[in-house]
């Protein structure tokens, strides 16, 4: 088996046929077909089956999938640091977002590691809540992932600061003319929650709890600026990071008593090199803890 394979079983997986893929990878599709034909050969198992919808991984085809995700990546990041000099860094980063963390900060950290190694790619997505984070950290597919402290943290997690909730109210709310709203306030209001196994529901659900108020659930999203905008528009009262409210929603946006925060921790993979130790350097030097201002409706 070789890295080529692995490369080659991935996009197919990804495009779902031979023809696609080929394609993603600037190869001749008779060059990917038999890769994969030699591949499946040696391991002696078919890892794809054709269905009308195009080539779908098989039970065996998506367990040896996630190995070779795994050992692409060690690949890259092996060829990274092998041509890596003090200030051409090369390859790929893969960092991980527990969705509605760091929205305000990871920009302005990319933006200086990319000034600093301008030859580096960096690939970003964003996770509902940390289990999945922690399982890829496990797994060696991350780079660098940005979530939530929470028991199963790992001990050699860095601290970077808290996040601070907000609610985001409807334009009119009474509510706009405090400084901090009082959550027992909001007693009765419907409110815009995230998909179930989200972490920031999982937040919003303590925080009700705690004050003994009602879910009263009238929608519900999978992304913070999905949710300020139907709570802008009145569906209801939703809540979420400070850093996370898109602009030109600051002035529906106010901080809650009791303070609802959360912290935030970056979680490097073992053995992390130059260009990961540079984005949480830079990820320290972004504001974490300021506290959050926002001015009543007079």
């Known amino acids: 088996m070789s890295l080529r394979q692995f490369e080659y079983a991935l996009a197919v997986a ?52 996630r190995e070779a995700e795994v050992a692409v990546s060690a690949a890259r990041r092996a060829r990274a640091t092998a041509r890596a000099g003090a200030d051409d860094l090369v390859g790929e980063l893969v960092v991980a977002v527990q969705m509605g963390f760091g929205t305000r900060q990871l920009p302005g950290a990319l933006s200086a590691l990319r000034r600093r190694f301008p030859r580096l790619e960096v690939t970003v997505f964003e996770e509902p809540g940390s289990a999945e984070l922690e399982r890829l950290c496990r797994r060696g597919v991350l780079n660098l992932a940005l979530m939530a402290a929470c028991e199963r943290s790992p001990a050699d997690a860095h601290h970077l600061g808290d996040e601070e909730f907000v609610v985001v109210l409807g334009a009119g709310h009474p509510q706009l003319a405090a400084d901090r709203v009082e959550l027992r306030e909001l007693e009765g209001e419907p409110w815009v929650r995230f998909d179930r196994d989200s972490a920031l529901d999982g937040v919003l659900l303590n925080v009700l709890r705690e004050n003994e108020l009602t879910p009263m659930t009238a929608a519900r999203v999978s992304q913070t600026a999905t949710a300020v905008r139907w709570a802008a528009h009145g569906l209801g009262v939703t809540l979420v990071p400070a850093s996370a409210v898109p602009q030109g929603y600051e002035h529906l946006v106010r901080p809650v008593s009791p303070v609802v925060s959360q912290p935030v921790i970056a979680v490097l993979r073992p053995g992390g090199g130059p260009a ?4 949480l350097e830079f990820l320290r030097q972004e504001t974490w803890s300021e506290s959050v201002r926002f001015s009543p409706v007079s």
């Not at 060059?31 to 089956?49: D, W």
């Not at 080539?55 to 998506?62: A, D, E, M, N, S």
């Open 14 to 65: 990804e495009e779902g046929s031979v023809t696609a893929a080929a394609e993603l990878l600037h190869v001749a599709q008779p060059s990917v077909s038999q890769q994969i034909r030699g591949l499946e050969r040696e391991l002696g198992v078919e890892l794809f089956a054709r269905t009308p919808a195009g080539l779908v991984p098989t039970v065996v085809g998506r367990a040896f999938l």
């Open 276 to 279: 990961e130790t540079a984005l």
